[in-house]
């Protein structure tokens, strides 16, 4: 008799502080530790997402947050892929140096990974991130014109065959405040985050595809005082490689009834 592979799923909330997975990549040891110790491990972007690090586990599942939570709610199924063809969006709100330094990190992983990746689209409007948080110390956020974001996305995908979609907004470069010079220090809640997830959610929601985000901001100045776990944020311009890598072998989501969400609350 075949007995059923043994599964693990690991959650870390996104934008709360977590002493562990609370920031680039911080969560990767953890991940590898039980990847060894099951023969399936489901988690999500920013647990294994590290900048421009990451670490291949054969047995990882990368799924984004809205999809795992419609898979732990039975609503999706999540079906194994040899590779995913990645769309890349970015906002229209990117500086040209700047999407520069993002095409040329996503045509690195395409020359020194061979990763698959489709032509990029760029949004008709920019996106305008608005960064917030809660009485709680929270991050959460807002953009502006959603609608443009989906326009890109399903371009992508009916246009380019896309398979998986990254998406890299411009985030605000709120180089003095209080919560960047904590989170930096290692003793605050990663500024960011929370408004990443909104963005994600909205296409994984609207399209049931693969998608995790990376977000465009210009380098900061170096600070002898960083922490180690904020270190893979120092090492580029950009923290689009890790995403781009996930997305390559993310799983497909297979709705159940054919029917996105059904028996599962509406849209």
Not at 37 to 48: G, S, Y
Request: charged fraction near 15%.
């Amino acid at each position: 008799m075949n007995k059923r592979p043994y599964t693990v799923v690991l959650i870390v909330p996104t934008g709360v502080g977590a002493a562990i997975g609370g920031y680039a990549g911080d969560a990767l040891p953890v991940a590898r530790a039980i990847a060894q110790i099951c023969d399936r491990l489901i988690t999500h972007p920013n647990v294994l997402n590290g900048a421009q690090l990451y670490w291949n586990l054969p047995n990882a599942f990368y799924v984004e947050g809205y999809g795992l939570d419609k898979f732990a709610a039975g609503c999706y199924g999540l079906r194994p892929v040899h590779q995913n063809r990645v769309g890349l969006i970015l906002d229209g709100g990117i500086e040209p140096d700047l999407r520069l330094r993002h095409l040329q990190a996503a045509d690195a992983t395409r020359a020194t990974l061979g990763l698959s990746l489709t032509d990029y689209v760029v949004t008709d409007a920019p996106l305008q991130v608005e960064l917030r948080s809660s009485t709680t110390g929270a991050s959460w956020g807002t953009i502006a014109n959603p609608d443009s974001l989906l326009r890109a996305a399903e371009l992508l995908i009916s246009q380019a065959q896309a398979e998986a979609i990254a998406v890299v907004a411009r985030f605000p470069d709120d180089t003095e405040s209080e919560a960047l010079q904590n989170y930096r220090q290692g003793r605050g809640v990663d500024p960011i985050a929370g408004a990443e997830a909104v963005i994600s959610h909205l296409v994984v929601r609207e399209f049931q595809i693969p998608c995790a985000h990376a977000p465009a901001l210009l380098p900061l100045p170096p600070d002898p005082q960083l922490s180690p776990r904020c270190a893979a944020e120092e090492l580029g311009y950009t923290f689009l490689p890790c995403v781009l890598v996930g997305l390559s072998r993310a799983p497909q989501f297979v709705v159940k009834g054919g029917t996105p969400n059904q028996g599962c609350g509406q849209k």
